[in-house]
């Protein structure tokens, strides 16, 4: 594994009628979404470990503590900084910031846990048998 506190990433998107609070059903404007903005936040983190883990290990969200603090129209643009702040064992605490060309969108901090993915996906799949 070759993950260390400190790690960052950077990513961006435009703010397009695909990804608004109107067309998700978060909300009724032409706005950036926040469940639009959560999964930049997921993705940013994902992106940050990608080659990083051990072979069959993946990461899964756990938790996410975030502020949607200022609306972005269609047009703007959303940039996510992802930053690693804490690893306890399999337990990956991320710093998240989102801003716009005005400042700040949102902030907050996100959870991710490592797994292998083959137990994983089997414990899930049993919720499916009778």
């Known amino acids: ?5 400190g790690d960052e990433i950077e990513l961006t998107e ?5 990804n608004t ?3 998700w059903g978060s909300g009724s404007l032409p706005v950036y979404a926040t469940p639009a903005m959560i999964s930049l ?3 940013s983190a994902v992106n940050l470990l990608a080659g990083k883990l051990e072979e069959g290990q993946t990461t899964v969200g756990t938790n996410l503590n975030i502020a949607h603090v200022s ?15 804490e690893i306890d ?5 991320f710093h998240v910031e989102v801003t716009d060309n ?3 969108v949102g902030i907050g901090t996100h959870e991710r846990f490592i797994v292998a ?3 994983f996906m089997e414990k899930a799949a049993k919720k499916l048998e009778d």
Not at 89 to 93: I, S
């Open 41 to 43: 936040i997921e993705q």
């Open 102 to 104: 005005k400042g700040r």
């Open 89 to 93: 064992r399999k337990r990956l605490v």
């Open 14 to 18: 435009e703010v397009v009628p695909e």
């Open 117 to 119: 993915s083959e137990p």
């Open 71 to 85: 609306a972005t129209p269609v047009g703007g643009t959303i940039k996510c900084h992802c930053s690693l702040t």
């Open 21 to 23: 609070a109107e067309k």
């Open 1 to 5: 594994m070759n993950i260390h506190v």
